[in-house]
């Protein structure tokens, strides 16, 4: 059970946050690019009647698409699909929160931010914290301290 | 938000204002260059500034840059005592390097120096930052440190979180560096941890611990079980954790996932009671509520999706269980309600998990009910996920009573499904057929109509399976015969139904010989018919069919020799078929007229096994995993190849039969490998300079020498003698061939090269080219780089071609590379041997042979052979001072593969036992293999 890697990409299908988890395709930058664009180009052309899985290469692909935003996940064989398109939502939720409805310049903008969330809620490829406060907490710690500077 | 960082800002927004391609690379390059001048300049740059860069680089890198410099400037972050610019220096190695980069090194200290930073914001960015890139250098100097974070009270919870999840990924990178042992109470006891993400993350701990070997954890079970219970009655404090409300349902899926790994607890125990009680509170609860109510806004999607993947992995504890039937029935109605859902997730959710279900006794029938739904969904269904989850519960649900029901569907549906499902659909609807056929004469139908429907798609083993089973069932020969036969009087017919055609006709064509619109003579007319039309692999087998037909029904035997003997076919360019022309005329013409009867008669029963399609199948379901499922499919992967490569034995035995000097020598080692098969030796009536090279059995044995030796002569004729010189570091290594002539002549034309044919992703080769010209008693030398990717078991070929006095002289010889060659030493004492020998006791990682000495047993020798094969042989492990017990790592480019041997000799009867566990099973076989048969 392990998430493989995280994309966020929006419509036009240019990556803004992207973490991978494990070694894989993305090991060489042009290949990166290639994986990338494939996936992306597989999720946009799927319809919203359509599910929210599909099958690419060895992963298990769930995406869940927010305005001209997609979050795509590539997972294992063995992971739980309802639970990870629920999981997107609860990344979804946080960047939200924090952000105050998130858009894709916020992401672009603040692109170490995202990260930090990201790596508060997924580790080595499995969920760790899905508690919003405790997620966001690095960052306030990190704003306190900015201000006070 | 504070706006610290206007330039990163501009740079970002100019970026995305850019109208081409080619104007963004522009702006890229010309920031690129900007940094660089500021990285390199003689002002230091502050804190600030760098981090600023840095942001700017990774930016670049996520639109598809590859970014080779910043590396040093992030190290330098790191070491900053700011958090904000050590978080960003951490990000940047965590995004750009990888566990095999050089900078590991640079980062190690700084990282360990964080780890123990009484700052705990500090301790959580390096173990962040270990989770991501760690690897076996990380894991070796860090792991001990790590560990003591997770189990230490004085740790807090965002702390013991992450700590769980790094040793996590330094326990899978490198298995034998955690001394688990004695800590392993106080890791199970952080389930009882009142933080729910403290549990999470030591739950994906103890899932990969446990999945090794589940001994010594029985006690989690029982915890586990009471953390459901108090998550389903929510007797514990939830705050921030409940979600829709579901309480932590990514961590109640844990739960109920880390029960599937233990044995099902014994019925009647309480340990079984109490867990069907929380099943039965799940299944319930969604059996109660109604599938979903778009007016209740209490009731969201979220709600409904968390609810169900829940409930997903409740009803795989119950299929583990294989018990309460009442609940599993009530599962199955319960999924087939969903299947009439307007919402396409919940019916790919249920035809997923009903698949699951119909391979179960107890609800095989409930599900069955729903056939007639499940057809239309994979006939109908929009989409292909979906499609593809139909097909899987299709396959599953079928049996004997039905099967015709559904391969009829499945056939029907071929004609118009896509393109990406189709390989699969026929390789299913091959394996129903033949596993549930009650007649193989409808078996032999349906493939063929397989062929017909979907030619493209039907893979080699499809058409090798079917040719097998007529083989071996006498009753249905004749009849196989006849329609194969009238498929191919077809104008239009696949090329797969050639070859079936052309392997059937060839032995079973005198069945129907007989009749007269079947004469031998219009069978050969049908046959060359088709044979422009094909490639040569197929060409090749319809030129056996032809020389079995010259001797089965002589009144065509002239026609067949004339045929052979046009200069279309006995000049092919082709060697192969230009080579089995030539041979199977000579067969034919062959004075003594026992030889062509005997050599081409009837090809014996094929052994019974189990049928490569369904490895192949299993291998495709399987194709997502984690490592030890890689493992299992790598096998099944060598299962297919090697049913493969004896189906091409096979054939390459018909040609060889042809050779009265071959046909003579035992069948076994017809079959065998290369170097069984001798080269061409003793008196032959036929041309046998065309022989395909083959590496000569005695060169073949200097080749394994190898085993124990790096440097040393290859080979050695009358004019070439090849040395060998190998250097290894971890999984690569540096072959030197040093080529010398040793005639008088000047040797021309020289090349050499190594090939691998079933190798290619095990091993990649790369040899430097060698000179053309050697002179006479000179030497050159030709370097070889190989790089293991997995492991492998076959040597790969070198192939030595060159002219001396004016006669082209060809070797072939063995590669002199094994998977042994990537070992490397590992020390360890006792406890720790002992603890690592049990952790791998699963099935399959275990390899065990038992064999006769092929030398007297001598302990010093055994002893300095295992060591040059390197493995580090322990001393002080087994009590028994005789045996060998010994350690090792075996280096691939995908893992390292850590490896425990055990040889005990037995000087009486001088026999060896060897007992192999490793963590990936194909390493345990090949290695057994290899030292069963060097000792």
Redesign the interface.
């Known amino acids: 059970?392990?998430i493989k890697f995280f994309l966020l990409v929006n419509k036009q299908g240019?990556?803004?946050?992207?973490?991978y988890?494990d070694?894989g395709p993305q090991?060489r930058?042009?290949d990166?690019?290639v994986h990338e664009a494939e996936i992306i180009r597989k999720c946009l052309s799927?319809?919203d009647?359509?599910?929210?899985?599909?099958?690419y290469r060895?992963?298990?692909i769930v995406y869940r698409r927010y305005a001209a935003l997609y979050f795509i996940l590539g997972v294992?064989?063995?992971e739980?699909?309802?639970?990870i398109?629920?999981?997107i939502?609860?990344v979804v939720e946080t960047l939200d929160r924090y952000f105050e409805s998130v858009c894709e310049l916020d992401i672009?903008?603040?692109?170490?931010k995202a990260?930090?969330i990201l790596?508060e809620m997924i580790?080595?490829g499995?969920?760790?914290?899905?508690?919003?406060?405790?997620i966001l907490?690095?960052l306030a710690?990190?704003?306190k301290?900015?201000?006070k500077s | 938000m504070p706006d610290d960082m206007r330039g990163l800002h501009n740079f970002i927004a100019e970026i995305r204002a850019t109208k081409s391609k080619e104007a963004e690379e522009k702006r890229i390059n010309k920031e690129l260059a900007n940094i660089r001048s500021k990285f390199k300049g003689d002002k230091p740059l502050d804190g600030y500034q760098k981090k600023k860069y840095v942001c700017k680089l990774l930016f670049m890198f996520l639109l598809g840059e590859d970014i080779d410099f910043g590396h040093m400037e992030a190290i330098s972050l790191v070491a900053s005592n700011k958090y904000s610019e050590k978080q960003i220096g951490y990000l940047f190695l965590s995004v750009m390097i990888n566990e095999t980069s050089d900078f590991n090194r640079l980062i190690i200290q700084q990282i360990k120096n964080d780890l123990l930073d009484r700052n705990e914001t500090h301790v959580c960015l390096a173990l962040t930052c270990i989770a991501n890139v760690g690897g076996r250098e990380m894991a070796e100097s860090l792991a001990g440190d790590v560990q003591k974070l997770l189990v230490s009270p004085d740790s807090r919870s965002f702390v013991k979180k992450k700590a769980a999840l790094t040793l996590l990924r330094l326990y899978r990178k490198f298995p034998e560096i955690l001394p688990v042992g004695e800590y392993t109470p106080r890791i199970i006891a952080l389930l009882d941890d009142p933080d729910l993400s403290v549990v999470t993350s030591v739950l994906a701990l103890l899932y990969a611990l446990v999945q090794a070997d589940t001994q010594g954890y029985g006690s989690c079970v029982d915890r586990a079980i009471a953390r459901l219970r108090r998550l389903q009655t929510r007797e514990e404090s939830l705050e921030g954790y409940v979600y829709y409300d579901i309480a932590a349902p990514w961590l109640q899926v844990k739960l109920l996932r880390f029960l599937q790994v233990f044995p099902a607890p014994a019925p009647d125990s309480r340990a079984r009671e109490a867990v069907v009680e929380v099943l039965r509170s799940i299944v319930g609860k969604a059996a109660n509520e109604p599938v979903r109510d778009k007016r209740n806004k209490q009731q969201l999607p979220q709600y409904f999706n968390a609810r169900n993947a829940v409930l997903y992995e409740a009803v795989r504890v119950l299929i583990h269980l294989e018990s309460e039937t009442d609940l599993l029935v009530e599962s199955s109605n319960l999924l087939g309600r969903f299947l009439s859902s307007k919402e396409t997730n919940l019916r790919y959710f249920a035809l997923e998990l009903m698949s699951s279900l119909a391979t179960l006794s107890f609800t095989h029938e409930a599900i069955k009910r729903h056939q007639e739904t499940v057809v239309n969904a994979l006939t109908q269904e929009k989409d292909i996920s979906v499609r593809r989850r139909a097909l899987d519960l299709l396959y599953n649900l079928c049996g004997k009573s039905n099967v015709r029901v559904i391969v009829r569907e499945l056939l029907q549906y071929l004609q118009v499904a896509d393109y990406e499902i189709r390989e699969e659909m026929v390789l299913k609807i091959a394996v129903l057929a033949e596993l549930h056929a009650d007649d193989y004469s409808w078996y032999v139908d349906v493939i063929l109509q397989l062929i017909r429907v979907a030619g493209d798609y039907v893979s080699e083993e499809v058409w090798h399976r079917v040719v097998q089973i007529v083989t071996n069932q006498p009753d249905v020969q004749d009849y196989a015969t006849k329609v194969v036969f009238d498929a191919l009087c077809s104008p239009y017919c696949h090329e797969t139904m050639v070859k079936v055609g052309g392997y059937l006709l060839g032995e079973f064509g005198h069945l129907i010989a007989n009749n007269p619109r079947a004469t031998p003579q219009i069978q050969l007319q049908l046959l060359l018919s088709k044979f422009s039309m094909c490639s040569p692999s197929t060409r090749a087998l319809l030129l056996s069919t032809l020389v079995k037909f010259a001797n089965l029904f002589p009144e065509i035997k002239t026609d067949i020799e004339t045929i052979f003997r046009s200069n279309n076919l006995s000049r092919n360019t082709d060697p192969e078929i230009q080579q089995r022309v030539i041979e199977y005329l000579s067969l034919s013409q062959h004075p003594n007229p026992n030889v062509m009867p005997t050599v081409l008669e009837e090809m014996p029963k094929f052994k019974e096994r189990e049928s490569s399609l369904l490895a192949k199948i299993r291998e495709k379901s399987e194709g997502v995993s984690v490592d030890a499922e890689a493992a299992k499919v790598a096998r099944q992967t060598v299962i297919v190849d090697r049913d493969r490569q004896e189906r091409e034995d096979r054939e390459e035995r018909e040609a060889r039969r042809s050779n009265p000097a071959v046909s003579q020598q035992p069948q076994a080692n017809l079959l065998g490998d290369l170097d069984a098969a001798p080269a061409s030796t003793g008196p032959s009536a036929v041309n046998t300079t065309s022989q395909p090279p083959q590496a000569n059995p005695e060169l073949a044995h200097l080749s394994r020498a190898f085993l124990f030796q790096n440097d040393g002569k290859l080979y050695e004729d009358a004019i070439l003698q090849i040395g060998v010189k190998t250097s290894v570091k971890n999984n690569l290594a540096r072959v030197a061939l040093y080529f010398g002539n040793k005639s008088g002549y000047p040797i021309t034309n020289f090349t050499s090269d190594v090939f691998a044919i079933n190798t290619t992703e095990t091993l990649s080769l790369q040899a430097k080219p060698v000179e053309g010209q050697l002179a006479p008693k000179a030497q050159t030398q030709q370097l070889i780089n190989v790089e293991c990717l997995k492991e492998f078991e076959e040597q790969p070929t070198l192939g030595v071609a060159y002219v001396v006095n004016g006669q082209l002289q060809r070797a072939v010889i063995k590669f002199p590379i094994f998977v042994n060659k990537f070992l490397a030493s590992f020390d360890m004492d006792q406890p720790t041997f002992v603890a690592r020998w049990k952790q791998l006791s699963a099935p399959g990682l275990e390899s065990q042979k038992v064999f006769k000495a092929a030398q007297p047993i001598d302990v010093a020798a055994v002893r300095s052979k295992l060591q040059s094969m390197g493995f580090t042989v322990l001393a002080g492990v087994d009590p028994n001072p005789d045996n060998f017990v010994c350690a090792g790592v075996v280096h691939t480019g995908s893992s390292q593969v850590g490896v425990l041997l055990r040889l005990e000799p037995n000087r009486d009867a001088q026999m060896y036992r060897a007992t192999f566990r490793t963590s990936r099973d194909t390493v345990s076989r090949i290695l057994c293999d290899l030292v069963a048969s060097s000792f």
């Open positions: 059970m392990a240019n990556t803004r946050l992207a973490q988890y070694q090991d930058v042009s990166r690019v799927r319809a009647s359509q599910c929210s899985f599909m099958e060895n992963y298990k294992d064989s063995e739980n699909e309802l639970a398109l629920e999981f939502h609860a672009m903008f603040n692109l170490e990260h930090i790596d580790i080595n499995k969920i760790v914290e899905t508690n919003k406060n405790q907490m690095p710690l990190m704003e301290a900015s201000t």
